[in-house]
């Protein structure tokens, strides 16, 4: 069993920055594949970013030169720093870790972007 806890979402305005963080309770390195996802009001749960065991990252078009997604190993920590919020980044944002077959989910983080 894999539990990931989610936290840094928050009220933010168009331009502004937050970091979200995932804390796992297993090692990050003996999951697959950490990734970050969000779901706008109405809409279907999307991939935001990626990475992978061997620190393969990959990101979402929208988000490109804008979030980046990290980890520390020694803290079971995996990260997205987002920069240059627009207000369609509003969202809820997910952690999910990839074991074998199974993927875990975070409970979510609310970032919402507004003026």
């Known amino acids: 069993q894999v539990q990931l806890v989610e936290s840094g979402g928050g009220l933010v305005q168009p331009g502004g920055s937050l970091r979200l963080s995932c804390a796992a309770s297993v090692s990050i390195f003996s999951i697959n594949v950490m990734d970050w996802y969000h779901q706008g009001p109405g809409k279907e749960r999307e991939l935001v970013a990626e990475?992978?065991?061997?620190?393969?990252?990959n990101y979402a078009d929208s988000v490109k030169g804008r979030f980046t997604i990290s980890r520390d190993i020694a803290k079971n920590m995996v990260y997205l720093q987002m920069n240059s919020l627009k207000p369609e980044d509003t969202a809820v944002y997910y952690c999910g870790g990839t074991m074998g077959t199974r993927t875990y989910w975070g409970q979510g983080t609310q970032v919402i972007v507004s003026s």
């Open positions: 990475i992978t065991r061997a620190e393969y990252t």
